[in-house]
């Protein structure tokens, strides 16, 4: 029972390993320090991106402090649609916010979250998924939660299978929002 109310990252990776398989490729979209890439990394192919180029180090030096591979990529999630994939994705990770021990006035953005996202559907595999993973605890993560609920209730994405986990008796916990195209 405790892994069903397990915390938000413990319940994301429950579900990336319970969906990939070692020959999918999955895309670490907000890499932050690695953790999240190192975890993709030990159940399939990963490719990580970020926009700041410490993240991009950070997650670099801890593949390699694992003996891990990666594919790294320095840009913003929002151009996640120009990178050269070998196939594509079965799953699309996002860690929302601001990168851990970094500077917290660059957070990820409303705006290039909602075009990620969006581009993200259009690339997955068939029975691919995206976790993402929000934190409202912050003025950008509250208002990035809201808009892509807002978003993904749309008409046009009733073809896929959306999941919302919200801890209901924590103000601004993390949520989980999970995507499953059919």
């Not at 929302?96 to 705006?111: A, C, F, R, V, W």
């Not at 046009?156 to 959306?162: H, P, S």
Request: contains cysteine.
């Amino acid at each position: 029972m405790d892994k069903i109310f397990s915390p938000h990252l413990s319940l994301a990776k429950n579900y990336w390993k319970a969906h990939l398989k070692p020959n999918d490729l999955s895309i670490d979209a907000t890499c932050g320090n690695g953790h999240d890439s190192l975890f993709l990394a030990d159940i399939s192919s990963v490719i990580s991106i970020d926009i700041q180029v410490q993240a991009i180090n950070n997650t670099r030096a801890l593949l390699e402090k694992h003996g891990k591979r990666g594919t790294l990529h320095n840009i913003s999630h929002s151009e996640i649609d120009q990178i050269p994939l070998p196939q594509s994705p079965h799953l699309i990770v996002y860690n929302l916010g601001y990168l851990p021990h970094g500077d917290k006035s660059i957070t990820t953005q409303t705006e290039t979250t909602l075009i990620s996202i969006q581009k993200s559907i259009n690339l997955l595999s068939p029975k691919g998924a995206i976790s993402i993973t929000c934190y409202p605890g912050h003025t950008e993560g509250k208002k990035e939660e809201e808009h892509l609920i807002n978003l993904l209730k749309l008409p046009v994405y009733n073809n896929l299978n959306i999941c919302h986990h919200r801890w209901i008796n924590k103000t601004n916990a993390p949520s989980l929002i999970w995507i499953l195209k059919h």
